[in-house]
T-cell receptor, first 113, second 114 residues
Framework: GAGVSQTPSNKVTEKGKYVELRCDPISGHTALYWYRQSLGQGPEFLIYFQGTGAADDSGLPNDRFFAVRPEGSVSTLKIQRTERGDSAVYLC???????????FGPGTRLTVT | GQQLNQSPQSMFIQEGEDVSMNCTSSSIFNTWLWYKQDPGEGPVLLIALYKAGELTSNGRLTAQFGITRKDSFLNISASIPSDVGIYFCAGLGDSGAGSYQLTFGKGTKLSVIP
């Protein structure tokens, strides 16, 4: 079946601009996660959704970052007033239930110039 | 937060050789996951381990959940060129945020010499 999909695959934006990154999880998966991966590092947790609500957003770096999942399926990660330090690969993952293995999408490479 | 120590950081092997890598933690995990990541792609799940002492295979890959629940090992037998990539271990704890936030190691970069 279809895996996790993410769009766009690459995004280049200027410092100070607003960006939206989209994630479409595996059909039927109730849990959705966003991670951020910097060069040479493993992914780091940003936010976790169970259904429509953000169950844990403790990994979001600051209030410029926000994510939604209004219908319990597709999620959008929103970054306001982007900074060069936001440049990274943003990964989305989903799992059938919490505490189960997570399946990742291909990621969105964000570059802030 | 928690840290996973993954070793070796990188390795160069001849095609056909066996590979071993491991991951250790200062904390106990209930689930160990091994992923492979190719350049420009997301991590792909290789093996999931749920019980201390568990030994699980997926083709030429074999992984073990350490008895202490603080370590895990991944072995690749008879390596081939397409095994090239970065291998990550990741753990899930038994309660709280650790039960759904994956904690990742820094990865082992595998290069295969034909």
């Amino acid at each position: 079946g279809a895996g996790v999909s993410q769009t766009p695959s690459n995004k280049v934006t200027e410092k100070g601009k607003y960006v939206e990154l989209r994630c479409d999880p595996i059909s039927g998966h109730t849990a959705l996660y966003w991670y951020r991966q910097s060069l040479g590092q493993g992914p780091e947790f940003l936010i976790y959704f169970q259904g429509t609500g953000a169950a844990d957003d403790s990994g979001l770096p600051n209030d410029r970052f926000f994510a939604v999942r209004p219908e319990g399926s597709v999620s959008t990660l929103k970054i306001q007033r982007t900074e060069r330090g936001d440049s990274a690969v943003y990964l989305c993952a989903s799992s059938l239930y919490p505490r189960m293995e997570q399946y990742f999408g291909p990621g969105t490479r964000l570059t802030v110039t | 937060g928690q840290q996973l120590n993954q070793s070796p950081q990188s390795m160069f092997i001849q095609e056909g050789e066996d590979v071993s890598m491991n991951c250790t933690s200062s904390s106990i995990f209930n689930t160990w996951l091994w992923y492979k990541q190719d350049p420009g792609e997301g991590p792909v799940l290789l093996i999931a381990l749920y019980k201390a002492g568990e030994l699980t295979s997926n083709g030429r890959l074999t992984a073990q959940f350490g008895i202490t629940r603080k370590d895990s090992f991944l072995n690749i037998s008879a390596s081939i060129p397409s095994d090239v990539g970065i291998y990550f271990c990741a753990g899930l704890g038994d309660s709280g945020a650790g039960s759904y936030q994956l904690t990742f190691g820094k990865g082992t970069k595998l290069s295969v010499i034909p």
